[in-house]
């Protein structure tokens, strides 16, 4: 009463695992042809004919398509080869294992119960394999075989392997899980399949972690868009601003394809520019790739991160294997003052304690690049302006803190009281030469050959600031000013570079003995000496005795060893709101006790940035210096070395980095353990600074020293963070 056993096509419908002719049969002995219609009958023999005993068998529906968590368990045949199973009307796949001569065979059929086409006998053969890859750079995926239990993740090349195959055809499904969808090919089992391609993602790319920079892709559009976490007291946002950070939260350990985020708590991105809200009225969905342990609660989130946050957000258990998730804005719960609106801020990723998040390929649906340009505002960042009123200079000194408080550069002497009035000139700088090569004609020799000397080029900085008088040097224009020798600039100076880009390169400045100096606005660059050792110029000298200067929203760059230096009893220093990056070191402070001793010398650094120095963002050697309100983003030893008797009141200034203060600068060996010298010992007071990776504040009181002046203080958090970052340097 058996009909023909259906092995490719069963009714007219596409295979779900294509079986070749000779691994199964329409034997009408099997199970004595008496099984009602809603049983699956089979018996399974080896090649020989002869039946196979105790053979693992097992049955899935044919639609079947593995999770790779919970893998369906085999059953058993009997002596005679033989099993059956009562199932509901519908296609199943049977699979077959057994060994014979220490080798794995095995078998697989289709059959249909519900109808005739309900049994056959599985023909043990020799297992093989299907491999393939699938193209690299678009996220996790999996391949699965339709009612069999095979689920196999590509390799980092997306090089994938389908084992204990028999012989045939089967159809392959290679799944995105991360908004690619699915190809399905057909493929005989041995055959190595080309390279798959998935199809495009739909909605705008957000990440895929391949190259992470810790930069969003929208922030490219809208500004900032930086990925964070949360600071090592789990408080504060923190920007994955540099390689240190981005390296701990991502990379190809624990990834299906390329590379991943991972987490075990927070992580997330801003949409645009920090503290921006942006309504987006077509965002209909996040979609995303994955994996880990425990609840995953996505937020749409805007407003500050604390009690009026609001958004929308939505929960999901996490698998353990990586899957590919769309969520719609229309099934998260809002919380907070949210309404109907879709209002985005930053996008949250968060796990609770103890649990872990592998984050790849995430997509925002419903927008592009032409509705995210629809919402971006303009670039907020202060601008200067050029002016030569000297009310401008009058709100300038407004500005300064610290110990050059009561500096007036170009407007005149210091002045202590405030009540001074401007008796400086104006000097406009209109040339970017320096020196240019005059003829002598005063003196002709025999062979009629002139003399040519090298003067100070007519309308330069140099004219400028070596004038007698109290200046205040403007730029006419835009430029790089290159000094060919080191500039040493007189007293009662203000070198002002608002409203224009000026670009002090070559040389250097130095000072002497000088005093009221102002330099604002301007990038120190391309320095003549580059080589890392004695002949190494610095941007900016201020030695022997130097007093009163105030340097401000400059930046420093690509001086190799030390950018600026502050040495030789020069006191009543401010750094504020500058750039150093890009060398070993930002500043020297005094200097070593073999060289000068000069405990009296002070200064003032705050709101500075310090980024890629090699070694040490400050360097302080006695005297006392009063450090507030500065990020140290990127430095490979400390953020402040605080040695040699230097006495350093350290207080709400933000460090990423591992090690922010140190207090001796020597130490010796002795069998593999080093022991500080404590000659070399510095005394740092540190107060209600914020460590982002890691540190701690030092015990100490400075040895008594707190600065005696007033001054604004922020607080150190990651709003710091940013305006310190968006804000210093040339405005």
């Known amino acids: ?254 990834c299906a394809s390329g590379g991943c985020a991972r987490t075990t708590g927070r992580l997330g991105f801003l949409l645009g520019v920090y503290k921006t809200d942006y309504e987006l009225p077509s965002l209909d969905s996040l979609m995303f790739s994955a994996r880990g342990s425990g609840k995953l609660q996505v937020s749409f989130a805007y407003g500050d991160a604390d009690s009026v946050e609001s958004g929308f957000t939505y929960e999901l258990e996490l698998s353990k294997v990586w899957q590919g998730y769309s969520i719609a804005v229309a099934d998260m719960k809002p919380y907070g003052m949210a309404k109907s609106k879709v209002v985005v801020s930053r996008i949250d990723f968060n796990v609770g304690k103890g649990d872990t998040l592998f984050l790849d390929d995430v997509y925002l649906g419903g927008i592009d690049k032409t509705s995210l340009d629809s919402v971006a505002t303009p670039h907020q960042k202060e601008v200067s302006v050029y002016s030569k009123d000297w009310a401008a200079h009058d709100a300038l000194l407004a500005e300064v803190q610290g110990y050059a408080k009561g500096v007036r550069g170009g407007a005149g002497p210091i002045d202590s009281t405030g009540d001074a009035k401007n008796i400086g000139e104006i000097c406009i700088v209109t040339t970017t030469d320096d020196y240019v090569i005059v003829e002598d004609t005063t003196e002709v020799g025999d062979s009629l050959e002139v003399t040519t000397n090298a003067v100070i080029a007519p309308g330069s900085l140099r004219e400028c600031a070596y004038k007698d008088t109290a200046t205040w040097i403007l730029f006419e224009k835009s430029g790089t000013y290159n000094l060919q020798s080191p500039l040493r600039i007189a007293n009662n100076k203000t070198i002002d570079g608002r409203g224009r880009d000026i670009r002090i390169a070559g040389m250097g400045i130095l000072t002497n003995e000088s005093s009221n100096l102002i330099f604002e606005n301007l990038t120190f660059t391309e320095p003549s000496i580059t080589v890392q050792d004695t002949s190494s110029r610095r941007a900016l000298s201020i030695h022997n005795l130097t007093s009163y200067v105030w340097i401000d929203h400059c930046t420093f760059e690509s001086y190799p060893l030390v950018q600026m230096d502050i040495k030789r009893g020069s006191h009543n220093v401010t750094v504020s709101w500058s750039r150093f990056e890009n060398a070993q070191s930002g500043i020297l402070f005094g200097l070593e006790p073999e060289l ?33 309100n500065n990020f140290f983003l990127d430095v490979d030893y400390a953020g402040v070395e605080c040695t040699d008797s230097a006495r350093c009141y350290i207080e709400n200034n933000i460090f990423n980095i591992e090690t922010p203060v140190v207090v001796y600068r020597q130490f010796t060996e002795e069998d593999g353990v080093w022991t500080p010298v404590s000659s070399t010992e510095g005394f740092p007071k540190m107060l209600d600074n914020w460590f982002s990776v890691g540190g701690d504040e030092l015990n100490g009181d400075a040895k008594g020293y707190k600065p005696d002046y007033k001054y604004d203080m922020d607080f150190a958090d990651a709003d710091l963070a940013w305006r310190i970052k968006e804000s210093s340097g040339p405005r």
């Not at 369906?72 to 009307?89: I, L, M, N, R, V």
């Not at 969808?181 to 909605?203: D, F, H, K, M, N």
Request: aromatic share 10%.
């Open 1 to 254: 009463m058996f009909s023909k056993l259906v092995c490719r096509v069963l009714f007219g419908m596409a295979p779900f695992a294509l079986l070749p002719l000779g691994a199964c049969s329409n034997d009408s002995k099997v199970a004595g042809g008496t099984e009602a219609e809603s049983t699956i009958a089979v018996q399974v023999k080896f090649a020989d004919g002869t039946p196979a005993a105790h053979a693992r068998i097992r049955i899935l529906p044919g639609a079947f398509m593995s999770d790779g968590l919970d893998t369906t368990g085999w059953s058993e045949t009997d002596e005679s080869g033989y099993a059956s199973f009562e199932k509901e009307p519908g296609l199943y796949t049977v699979e077959a294992r057994q060994v014979k001569d220490s080798k794995a065979v095995g078998a697989v059929m289709d059959l249909q119960a519900g109808t005739s086409n309900n049994s056959g006998t599985l023909n043990l053969g020799e297992l093989t394999t299907i491999k393939g890859y699938v193209a690299t750079g678009q996220g996790p995926s999996v391949i699965r075989i339709p009612g069999l239990e095979r689920f196999v993740v590509p390799d980092s090349s997306g090089y994938y392997v389908i084992d204990s195959l028999p012989a045939g055809d089967f159809s392959v499904v290679i799944e995105s899980r991360s908004n690619r969808g699915s190809v399905t090919v057909q493929a005989s089992s041995g055959a190595t399949v080309p390279e798959v391609s998935l199809g495009a993602p739909r909605g705008f790319a957000v990440e895929n972690f391949e190259s992470f920079s810790g930069r969003s892709a929208t922030g490219s559009i809208l500004g900032d868009g930086w990925w964070y976490t949360l600071d090592a007291d789990g408080k504060n946002l923190m920007p994955l601003w540099d390689e240190t950070l981005t390296r701990a939260y991502s990379g190809s350990a624990g």
């Open 596 to 628: 000068y001793v000069d405990s009296t010398q002070t200064f003032t650094l705050h709101h500075n940035y310090f980024a890629n120095m090699s070694n040490s963002g400050v360097l302080s050697r006695f005297g006392s210096i009063h450090a507030y």
